[in-house]
């Protein structure tokens, strides 16, 4: 019996020493996680539960010359509710108003609002979603509501601020101001993002139930700081002009897709730029920015330029004759055609430019630079025809001019360059180089942006003309050149566009494109353009317009489809810029008229007792006089008086009513 209570006592001994020996264990355990690794802990502990929330920063804005938003960001607000936190006494005494300020506001009935937050407080949701997208107006009118009026602690009201990109302008321009978002960064937004970005801030948030996260503060721990704003060179009436004249034509040729660029002749500074596709379902909308990323073809745009290098290697004069026969020529197997069926016979350069002859150009060139066509190829790469312009804008189409030696190459290349083939160019591209015969032979570079501005309005930095070259060619060739494009539009191919009040000077552009399809003869597509400048004497602005495959069965000349665009804007841009038609300020002296008021000047000061005679007199004038006199007028009719219901000379009943018909 004693050995067994003995051994039992043993037994408790060792599991005694054993509980001791863990409990220690834990007990030096917890030490050293309190003490020695406490601090590692309490920052897992805090990574899991609070996080820092990046504020992002509004991006500066983006104007319009004369200050118009073109894109800016606005503050977006979600509102949320912590439900318990609130007071006993307060919420009751305050959700019933709570809930009719949500109904007004929000929708749904206030009971239904009542029971939803009463559900909350039940549940001890801390994070109740009340509603999103709210204006800043609508943030601040409902942060005053009951309850949330008292903030977040006591109110239980939580404000999350996020921010939108907004062009007020809506579709217009909106491919040249671009975005910086998912979509990649095109246009003005993304080449200047380095501006527009400000810095990101921060706010403490504390991860509550269901994985949300409720913010610690009122206050953000690091405030942003908004972006620099970007005044642009776009004037907004420009813009307007450009873009639905360009829209009208489209619709009405039925054409895939089409762009029209306005540039200020001695800055390059970009005024309107707009650029229109179709979509699925017949509307145009802004696709893709064409003017600056669409390289093709020019066709006879690129004659021009063709005739600037003929004239300047002294090649030819404007008065060299070139045999255009009947309107059809074979150089190296291949047949040339001209548009005018019987063709142009004999006929000077210049005219050979003024009526766009394919033959006349393909002669010229390939018969004085056949020889040596790295001559005439150098020329025009020595203007730089086979370089990028360098835009801030990234997408910018790759200029093509080949040489001898090149794949593109081959013996039926020199006369095809001649009149636009074989090469390819960007609008913007061929405009910079007609803007450079508008301007004396200096060529500019295209400029979008006028300066940066802080956020507090303060002048940051400005951008300046930038000089590609001083003179593409010589003053010499510039002036025929000057000539020769205005008598494109006096008596060539854009004579339709002539008009006496203003002039203008340019050049037409008909190409072939998709001409390699098999469908081709059977669905012809085409390119039709205008490149010019007005006014033709002292170019303030040069325009290119460029439409793609416009209905053939209604046109495709350049002169019938894009040059009316030209002349629509031109003629628009001048009167909205009073370019023309001064008026002197002079009042016009119309005999008839002065008797009139004389006569009524007349009757209206006499001391009158009688009903005055009113026919013949205008209807406001005699409204007027009789009630002066203390009557009530009432009429039928508009024009002059016909007949009066008191006959003249009888008394005057003042407040009576006289009825004119």
């Known amino acids: ?118 559900k909350a407080r039940l549940n001890k949701n801390r994070y109740l979603f009340i509603t999103r997208k709210l204006g800043y107006n609508e943030y601040v009118k409902i942060k005053s509501f009951p309850i949330f009026n008292l903030g977040m602690y006591k109110g239980g009201f939580i404000a999350e601020q996020s921010t939108v990109r907004a062009h007020p302008l809506g579709k217009v321009a909106e491919r040249t101001i671009g975005y910086d978002d998912y979509r990649g960064a095109p246009g003005i937004e993304g080449a200047y993002r380095e501006y527009l970005n400000g810095k990101f801030g921060w706010r403490l948030k504390q991860k509550i139930a269901k994985g949300q996260w409720k913010p610690i503060n009122d206050a953000n721990e690091k405030e942003p700081v908004d972006g620099k704003d970007i005044v642009t060179t776009i004037d907004i009436n420009i813009q307007d002009i450009a873009h639905h004249s360009l829209l009208r034509q489209l619709e009405f040729y039925e054409a895939d897709h089409g762009c029209v660029v306005v540039m200020e002749t001695k800055t390059g500074e970009i005024k309107a730029i707009s650029n229109l596709g179709k979509n699925a379902n017949g509307n145009y909308y802004e696709r893709l920015n064409y003017a600056i990323g669409e390289s093709n073809e020019p066709g006879s745009a690129f004659k021009v330029m063709s005739m600037v290098v003929a004239l300047e290697t002294k090649a030819i004069d404007t008065g060299t004759i070139v045999d255009t026969g009947g309107g059809r020529y074979v150089i190296h197997g291949r047949a040339i055609n001209d548009s005018r069926k019987g063709g142009y016979g004999k006929i000077s350069a210049a005219r050979a430019l003024e009526v766009s002859s394919n033959i006349g150009f393909a002669r010229l060139i390939n018969e004085n630079f056949s020889k040596n066509p790295e001559k005439f190829i150098n020329a025009l790469r020595g203007m730089h025809l086979n370089d990028k312009l360098g835009l801030p804008i990234k997408g910018e189409g790759l200029p093509e001019i080949p040489g001898p030696g090149d794949k593109k190459w081959s013996k039926n290349a020199l006369p095809s360059i001649a009149y636009g083939y074989n090469i390819s160019l960007t609008p913007l591209q061929i405009l910079t180089f007609y ?157 008839s008229i002065e008797n009139d008021y004389n006569a009524y000047f007349t009757i209206a000061n006499k001391e009158i007792d009688t009903i005055p005679n009113v026919k013949g007199m205008a209807g406001m004038d005699a409204i007027s006089l009789l009630e002066n006199l203390g009557l009530k007028v009432s009429y039928v009719g508009k024009g002059k008086v016909a007949e009066q219901s008191q006959l003249a000379g009888e008394k005057i009943i003042k407040g009576s009513t006289i009825i004119l018909n």
């Open 1 to 118: 019996m004693a050995a067994t209570k003995k051994g039992i006592l043993n037994k408790l001994y060792v599991v005694f020493v054993l509980i001791t020996l863990f409990l220690a264990a834990i007990i030096l355990r917890l030490t050293d996680i309190q003490f020695a690794d406490g601090e590692k802990y309490r920052d897992m502990s805090e990574q899991l539960t609070l996080k820092n929330d990046t504020i992002f920063a509004n991006r500066g804005n983006v104007f319009s010359a004369d200050g118009s938003l073109l894109a800016t960001s606005m503050s977006q607000y979600e509102i949320r509710m912590d439900a318990y936190t609130v007071e006993a006494e307060e919420f009751e005494a305050n959700i019933r108003s709570l809930s009719v300020e949500l109904s007004k506001m929000l929708g749904k009935p206030a009971r239904e609002w009542e029971n939803k937050i009463r």
């Open 435 to 591: 803007n450079a015969i508008a301007n004396n032979g200096e060529m500019v570079k295209p400029k979008f942006i006028k300066e940066i501005r802080s956020w507090d309005n303060q002048h940051l930095e400005s951008f300046d003309k930038e000089v590609i070259d001083p003179a593409i060619c010589s003053k010499e060739t510039i002036d025929k050149m000057q000539e020769m494009l205005k008598n494109v539009v006096v008596h060539g191919t854009g004579r339709k566009l002539y008009a006496e009040n203003f002039s203008m000077a340019g050049k037409t552009g008909t190409a072939r494109t998709e001409y390699w399809m098999d469908d081709w003869e059977t669905n012809r597509r085409y390119i039709s353009s205008f490149t010019g400048y007005f006014p033709a004497e002292n170019p303030k602005y040069s325009c290119i317009v460029v439409i793609h495959k416009p209905k053939a069965q209604t046109g495709y000349y350049g002169a019938d489809v894009s040059g009316p665009v030209f002349k629509d804007i031109a003629q628009k841009i001048y009167l909205s810029k009073s370019e023309i038609n001064k008026i002197e300020n002079k009042t016009p002296d119309f005999k």
